[in-house]
């Protein structure tokens, strides 16, 4: 198929996250962060919205993939000349904040860490790779959980402070693009991921998660103005996880709510990074919800002046509400909640697959801010199955994407200024919410199981020569 709507210079890549890939979690002075304490398998899901939680580690109970990943620590250079291979022009990853700063409140950095993400951003250079770097991915240096309750702390501002000094100041002549926090929008559903702390119980989960958020909002400001300051023309961006809301019906009450649901998840925290400001509509939430936020003098000030200049997002699936939901409706959702969509398929996960919500999505993010967009995330977790001759066919894969990038072109004639584009898990890597590897999404196979075995031995996917050629096409041989 010919579209020939995607931008020279697009930043066609994938994308990772330190917890997910690096393994080594013990190796060169990193010390413990949230995902370390992570069970593998599905006990997993249940934990991360739960209240409660003791951050201790259970060897003789569970699994902790997290810990070898498929150990990218050791084997970085094998796997970026895989990804030049397939063509990329941008590569995303985070930098473990606890390889930095083992415990976060240290006064120096490790200089073994820093020296290991030295290594992988030449190796990315020598193959003319852009890495697009996340500071803050699912990876808070367990120590500031324990001793200090996470974000929810005042005091983790100036902590991450000093981290992206550090990381700038070190990296300024590596990296241009950064994103701030990893799906900001989604810690009051996940707080133990994104806030780095479990609440203390379901009536106080909202005013904790905001307390946190606004402390990430104050932080994210102050990294982007430091980064400017840094890095004359860095580019950095907040990063959403954003499921466009559908209402069930045409019922005005269902619309109404769908609206709000929409607001509340997808808005909120854009209109504070992007705009500068709360939105209209949080006083209103606040007080409904009895939430009330300790905002310091100057907060609002640093907020206004530290707008993104790009937004990044995640894009999985859209989501269905409706104002009353039946006992069978509840819960049948997505992982984002709402009601199950007629007209959607899901996959194995269950997450409704909706290639025009991407579109739809795309347009709202647009319409809405005015500011160039990158999608970060977007693919399937699905099982592979590797065949007697080695060759592991995934054409649900290849469909899955095609689709979605079918939808890229249309909203890029619509008028939605797209820059790039990183499809979730270029290579196999551990799953974020239910730690299995498994739940595979890669272009590149990995060699590992849920049980601990294999040898991690990449083995490039049928996908894999398929995205080569849409990246050497521009997107044109879908
Ligand atoms: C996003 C996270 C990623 C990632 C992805 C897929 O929410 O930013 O870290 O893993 O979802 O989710 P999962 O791994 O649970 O399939």
Not at 139 to 165: A, D, I, Q, S
Not at 410 to 424: F, M, P
Not at 432 to 457: A, C, N, P, Q
Request: glycine share 10%.
């Amino acid at each position: 198929m010919m579209t020939k709507r995607f931008p020279e210079g697009f930043l066609w890549g994938g994308a990772t996250a330190a917890n997910q890939l690096e393994g080594a979690y013990q190796e060169g002075g990193k010390g413990l962060n949230l995902a370390d304490v992570l069970p593998g398998g599905k006990a997993r899901l249940q934990l991360l919205g739960s209240t409660g939680f003791d951050f201790k580690i259970d060897q003789s109970k569970y699994t902790y993939p997290n810990h070898e990943g498929i150990d990218f620590y050791h084997r970085y250079k094998e796997d970026i000349a895989l990804f030049a291979e397939m063509g990329f022009k941008v590569f995303r990853l985070s930098i473990a904040w606890s390889r930095i700063f083992p415990k976060g409140d240290e006064l120096e950095p490790n200089e073994e860490g820093l020296a290991f993400y030295d290594r992988v951003f030449d190796e990315l250079h020598k193959h003319g790779i852009e890495p697009l770097v996340t500071i803050a991915h699912y990876e808070t240096p367990l120590h500031l959980t324990k001793e200090y309750g996470g974000w929810k702390n005042r005091k983790l501002v100036g902590f991450f402070e000093r981290f992206v000094r550090t990381i700038f100041t070190r990296y300024k002549d590596k990296v241009k693009y950064w994103l701030t926090f990893n799906e900001i929008n989604g810690a009051t559903h996940m707080p133990l991921v994104g806030l780095g702390f479990s609440p203390d119980s379901e009536e106080t989960r909202l005013q904790e998660s905001f307390q946190g958020l606004h402390h990430q909002f104050v932080a994210s400001a102050q990294a982007v103005k430091i980064g400017h300051e840094i890095i004359p023309g860095s580019q950095i961006g907040c990063m959403l996880i954003y499921a466009p809301v559908y209402s069930f019906d045409s019922n005005p009450e269902n619309v109404m709510h769908a609206k709000q649901e929409a607001d509340i998840f997808n808005f909120f925290c854009g209109d504070v990074q992007v705009r500068g400001e709360y939105p209209y509509f949080a006083k209103r939430y606040f007080k409904e919800n009895n939430i009330e936020l300790d905002i310091q003098e100057g907060d609002l000030e640093t907020i206004k002046e530290g707008t993104v200049d790009f937004i990044s997002f995640s894009y999985y699936m859209s989501r269905t509400e409706k104002k009353v939901k039946t006992p069978e409706e509840l819960g049948a959702g997505n992982l984002v909640g709402g009601v199950k969509n007629p007209f959607l398929e899901a996959s194995d996960w269950g997450w409704e697959i909706d290639p025009v919500g991407l579109r739809i999505a795309l347009n709202e993010l647009y319409g809405r801010y005015q500011k160039p967009l990158m999608i970060v995330e977007n693919g399937l977790g699905a099982y592979d199955k590797v065949e007697e001759d080695g060759s592991i066919n995934d054409d649900y894969r290849i469909d899955y994407l095609r689709e979605h990038i079918k939808q890229m072109g249309e909203a890029i004639e619509d008028g939605v200024d797209l820059i790039g584009y990183t499809s979730w898990g270029c290579i196999d890597l551990v799953s974020m919410s239910t730690g299995e590897y498994s739940k595979r999404y890669g272009f590149i196979y990995v060699d590992k199981h849920d049980d601990g075995s294999g040898t991690l031995e990449r083995k490039p996917k049928k996908s894999f020569y398929w995205y080569k050629n849409v990246i050497s096409s521009n997107g044109e041989n879908l």
